[in-house]
Nanobody, 121 residues
Framework: QVQLVESGGGLVQAGGSLRLSCAAS????????MGWYRQAPGKQRELVAT???????NYSDSVKGRFTISRDNAKNTMYLQMNSLKPEDTAVYSC???????????????WGQGTQVTVSS
């Protein structure tokens, strides 16, 4: 059984910082791409950032220059450093991972349960 668990969310004032973590646990052979998504009330879920196993990153325009995605492959853990936070960053942040349970398995996408980030003005 694979689990992705996010942590690090909370309440912060505008201009502040938070660091989110996403830890994958269970029987995992390999993780290819990991990503952060967010969903604000009444809005569709949107991509925040992704990172491949080799460290290539991709960011949405709305967070570029303020957020930094990273990962520790040895720990199967991904991070999102969020600086200069704005009220419009308020959302539930969820992580996902495209992984294989065994070498011969197909790749599957797993999701975490999400963590709330609230930025006050």
């Amino acid at each position: 059984q694979v689990q992705l668990v996010e942590s690090g969310g909370g309440l912060v004032q505008a201009g502040g910082s938070l660091r989110l973590s996403c830890a994958a646990s269970g029987t995992i052979f390999s993780i290819k791409t990991m990503g952060w998504y967010r969903q604000a009330p009444g809005k569709q879920r949107e991509l925040v950032a992704t990172i491949t196993s080799s460290g290539s990153t991709n960011y949405s325009d709305s967070v570029k220059g303020r957020f930094t995605i990273s990962r520790d492959n040895a720990k199967n853990t991904m991070y999102l450093q969020m600086n200069s936070l704005k009220p419009e960053d308020t959302a539930v942040y969820s992580c996902n991972a495209d992984l294989k349970l065994r070498a011969w398995n197909n790749q599957q996408r797993y999701w975490g349960q999400g963590t709330q980030v609230t930025v006050s003005s």
